[in-house]
């Protein structure tokens, strides 16, 4: 490389998985602590939040990465799911994993005032509020939630959270790279309204997978702060490396805003 950028994409990653080969691409094992070890870095070094995984998924990830990591760029992407910037020729006539943004790529997008961010998800029939209301058990009372800790921590914030809870889309899985100086800032605000989050949810009775309700909060949050502080964003294309079932996922989609059929694992 050329520049003299020092950037960290971590892969959260909780399974064994290929992973894009590059100088920037640091897979990281989510929730390693006491569990069997990937041969990946685990994020239950240093400061950590590791045993909040079944809580946080991949933001024990990225706490980890914000508490730990020495680097001018830090980003996120997933063991499955990578930033992409190919075309739809090279995706047709190349493997997915030869589609993943490489080091070279990603030097011609950095840029210390802007954060790169994926393609929006649409859900074109659906806000943001009703789209998580009925797909997720409990949706309301942790939406509700999080309105009324912004309104007690962070008032300005508020209408931000109005107005990406109208949208028909926005930016999902928690996927960005932004230079570490942002990253820190938005670190600071996500993991302290979750932190207050927790307390207004009662998770008791919650299944496994419905209690990764804070991280999927965040995905919604990041809109938020990012439509807030007036963020100026760079949008690529994302590419999963597993073969998506569009069929089920529409079928999935339409029960839930039809019948309320809720949401019991990851798609």
Not at 4 to 24: F, L, N, R, T, V
Not at 55 to 72: D, I, M, R, V
Not at 151 to 160: E, I, Q
Not at 187 to 200: N, S
Request: proline content about 4%; charged content about 25%.
């Amino acid at each position: 490389m050329s520049s003299s950028k020092s950037a960290a994409i971590i892969i959260a990653a909780h399974k064994e998985a290929e992973m894009p080969q590059g100088e920037y691409y640091l897979p990281l094992h989510v929730g390693c602590e006491g569990r069997n070890d990937l041969g990946f870095t685990g994020d239950n070094t240093g400061d950590n939040i590791s045993l909040r995984n079944s809580f946080y998924s991949e933001l024990t990830g990225l706490y980890w990465a914000w508490k730990n990591l020495n680097c001018e760029y830090l980003g996120l992407a997933h063991y499955r799911r990578h930033f992409s910037i190919k075309g739809f020729l090279f995706r047709k006539t190349h493997k997915p994993m030869e589609c993943v943004l490489t080091d070279d790529e990603l030097e011609s997008l950095l840029d210390p005032e802007t954060i790169i961010v994926p393609t929006r998800r649409n859900y074109y029939i659906e806000t943001i509020a009703s789209h998580y209301n009925n797909s997720m058990y409990d949706g309301e009372t942790q939406l509700n939630a999080v309105h009324s800790v912004l309104s007690g921590k962070y008032p300005g914030y508020v209408p931000a959270f109005d107005e990406v809870m109208q949208k028909t889309s926005a930016h999902m899985f928690n996927m960005f790279v932004a230079p570490k100086r942002l990253a820190n800032e938005y670190c600071r605000w996500l993991f302290d309204v979750l932190a207050e989050v927790e307390t207004h949810v009662d998770s008791s009775k919650y299944s496994d997978f419905d209690k990764r309700y804070p991280g999927r909060l965040s995905e919604i949050l990041f809109n938020v702060w990012l439509i807030h502080n007036g963020i100026k964003t760079k949008t690529i294309g994302r590419i999963d490396l597993w073969r998506v079932n569009w069929p089920k996922k529409i079928t999935l989609f339409l029960a839930a805003k039809a019948f309320g059929h809720k949401q019991t694992k990851s798609s």
